[in-house]
């Protein structure tokens, strides 16, 4: 019998005894709502849930496609940045997006369109979300808090033995992120240890239970380091795991056993929220270029033809946002949106000097 990588339960088991709402309250005024042409016109711009768009904020605000709002506190700091980009600060759900006050560590949820609100007391690491549901998770010192960011209640505070890791599992591409690395209403599945080490931890949100370390395996065949999961994929580095570089391989809702993806590509890699498109860079001619691999097809596209190098994320759908730098060594640093499905690109406008791009 083939092994789900992932686990499977009832939400309504989440109603766990000893629940307890407790977002911290908070005496700043958030900002007002931002006015878009749509707005100007009498006319509220629609969000609907699940649609594709890319998701970043800069000096302007916190933007999701074409609208931008403003944020309750500003999230670039003084803390190190990556390609321009932030760090550990910008995480999505399906009706907005949560970030962390860089002052005192307490967590925002934005949702989109309404006022800002605080909803947890400090985090040191940032949060992390779901973007295609309404869950999201932090850490209040070694307390992992789980909240619904639509019910706006606490499902689980729970004390865990490691805290998620304030950065990436591995500095390039993926720098500017935290360590969580999933997140949905029957687990939340994050790395400790630091950027050194690439640890996992598990806390089974039906069966109440924790693990650490996890050590999730592929239904079938040898697999040297665990990547990626999503509601519906787990992904491993099954062969070359040396120097960032790796044969990779996964299990999926429609495959049976494990299957191997037929491009030599460079660690790490990250899921789309739906789980079918890998996000990788691939190493050609010496220089880092960005890969989509469709995990249906098995078929590898590169956007870009110059050698480039790139901090990817994803954001919603299957839109990742990145910071691209075409001449690497000497090229400007680029805002950058691609649509794996209709393998397309644009360069986005952005103003000041940083940006923050979501958990990667």
Known sequence: MR????????????????????????????????????????????????????????????????????TAVPLRTTEATIG????????LVRTGALYRDHRDGRVWFHPWGSPPRVVGRSTAAGPGGDPEGDTAAWFDGDELVVYDTVRDEVLSRTREPVAVSDRAEYVE???????????????????YGGDASYAVARRDLVAGASQSPWRPRPS?????????????????????????????????????GTTAIDAVLEYPGRLSPDGWWLLTAELDDGAHG??????????????FDEATYAFFSWAYGDVAVM??????????????SCSASTRSCVELPTAGDVVVLPNP
């Open 84 to 91: 321009g980009a932030a760090t550990r600060h910008l995480a």
């Open 323 to 336: 910071r691209t730098q075409r001449q690497v060594g000497d090229g400007p640093w680029l805002l950058t």
């Open 173 to 191: 591409h993926v720098g500017h992120g935290n360590g969580w690395v999933h997140v949905s209403p029957t687990q939340v599945v994050w790395r």
């Open 3 to 70: 092994r789900v990588p992932l686990a499977v339960g009832v939400v309504v088991a989440l109603a766990l005894a000893g629940c307890a709402e407790d977002p911290a309250t908070d005496p700043t005024p958030p900002p007002a709502p931002a006015e878009s042409a749509s707005d100007a016109a009498g006319t509220s711009p629609a969000f609907e849930p699940g649609s594709a768009a890319p998701v970043w904020w800069d000096a302007d605000g916190l933007h999701r496609g074409d609208l931008v709002e403003p």
């Open 220 to 256: 079938a065949g040898a697999a040297r380091r665990f990547v990626d999961l999503s509601n519906h994929t787990a992904v491993w580095v099954a062969g070359r795991a040396h120097e960032g570089l790796g044969t990779f391989a996964y299990d999926s809702d429609e495959t049976e």
């Open 290 to 303: 960005v890969a989509f691999t469709d995990l249906r097809s098995g078929e590898t596209w590169k956007p």
